[in-house]
């Protein structure tokens, strides 16, 4: 099944965009968009409506989960425990950087893993931290249960 966006619909139908024109006359009117894009840009720019949103880049920006840590850590507000991994990071790095501020914060029994650049609660995984098994790192060994 092939997904066809409204804006695109939108712009390559010259007679959807004068019955819209039409509709508009006399009424306040802006579009708000879900993500906001350069089509969505071009939409409103077309349409002579406003837009409610940010420009593209900050919009995308301000929509990942580790830029607003970012903000609130900079605005110095209080947030939850966290970290945030880099992308491109091995799996190994990620692990390591987890367990280290599992063992930080010891005392939260539950985690919630959160995809960068996921909404609508898709990305989210839960970790209950007492389920899992100690190990302890002996120095010439490695790891033993």
Not at 56 to 71: D, G, I, M, T, W
Request: hydrophobic share 45%; aromatic share 6%.
């Amino acid at each position: 099944m092939r997904t066809i966006w409204l804006r695109l619909t939108l712009k390559r139908s010259p007679k959807a965009m004068r019955r819209i024109e039409m509709f508009m006359q006399g009424r306040p009117a802006y579009i708000v968009p879900g993500t906001v894009g350069v089509e969505e840009m071009d939409l409103a720019v077309a349409l002579g409506v406003p837009l409610l949103g940010g420009h593209p880049e900050v919009a995308q920006r301000l929509a990942l989960k580790s830029y607003a840590k970012e903000v609130f850590r900079k605005a110095d507000i209080n947030t939850a425990p966290g970290l945030v991994v880099p992308a491109g990071s091995s799996p190994a790095h990620a692990r390591e950087c987890l367990a280290r501020v599992i063992f930080a914060h010891r005392f939260s029994e539950r985690w919630l893993l959160k995809i960068d650049n996921e909404s609508g609660g898709r990305g989210h995984a839960h970790l209950a931290a007492n389920a899992l098994k100690p190990r302890i790192m002996c120095p010439g060994h490695g790891a033993m249960a």
